[in-house]
């Protein structure tokens, strides 16, 4: 299973682009990225999830270089609300399809 | 995106007792399901991944004999803490794939709410 490095923390203030890069050098073919999004005492919120180039949805954008070794999250003019720990996973299309967390981004949003 | 509950969001209970912790996929169908726990400001850690009709997989370190999963149905999969001790208080979370896949999607996961365990 690819291992991730993200940043530990990341501060912000309303309205600014905000953009978390997560490091998986040894991703393999099979794999993609998968992002969520976890407020205190909740589960994990799918926000994104892309295998190569960009991949926008209504809440954010997910870039994916050509060697896939890193990946991006954009998160365009956040909000108090977007205050949460943001994780990134690589998964495999096979059978076992298991996520390990890493440690996620801690990011706050400031006024 | 599609919809997983955990029942119950939270119990509290005596040392000793069992708890059965339930998770469901609301409106899809799901062979796979997966057990998470999370301890304050840790990460989840992956526990064991459920699977219907046949035994659960259990990651290296968890009891399989404490953390007893039953995945009897499609939308359904428990998970009993058995002898309950305080050391078990921790924030369980449980996932399902939707495995229905439109052309050119990928597999995703969806996480339930959590159950909050806290044993006295």
């Known amino acids: 299973l690819a291992k991730t490095t993200q940043p530990i923390s990341m501060d912000s203030y309303e309205g600014q682009e905000v953009n978390i890069t997560c490091s998986h050098n040894n991703i393999a073919t099979n794999d993609y990225i998968t992002w969520y999004q976890q407020f205190p005492s909740q589960g994990p919120r799918f926000i994104i999830q892309?295998?190569?180039t960009k991949v926008t949805n209504e809440v954010a954008s997910l870039f994916i270089p050509a060697d896939r070794k890193s990946s991006t999250l954009s998160l365009p003019r956040v909000s108090l609300s977007d205050t949460a720990v943001y994780y990134c996973?690589?998964?495999?299309?096979?059978?076992?399809?298991?996520?390990?967390f890493g440690s996620g981004t801690r990011l706050l949003v400031r006024p | 995106g599609a919809v997983v509950s955990q029942h119950p969001s939270r119990v509290i209970c005596k040392s000793g007792t069992s708890v059965k912790i339930e998770c469901r996929s609301l409106d899809f169908q799901a062979t796979t399901m997966f057990w998470y726990r999370q301890f304050p400001k840790q990460s989840l850690m992956l526990m064991a991944t459920s699977n219907e009709g046949s035994k659960a997989t259990y990651e290296q370190g968890v009891e399989k004999d404490k953390f007893l999963i039953n995945h009897a149905s499609l939308t359904l999969s428990t998970l009993t803490v058995t002898s309950a001790h305080p050391e078990d208080s921790s924030f369980y979370i449980c996932s399902a794939r939707d495995e229905i896949l439109e052309t050119g999607e990928l597999e995703t996961q969806y996480f339930g709410p959590g159950t909050r365990l806290l044993v006295l």
């Open positions: 892309g295998y190569k």
């Open positions: 996973l690589v998964g495999q299309v096979d059978s076992s399809y298991k996520l390990i």
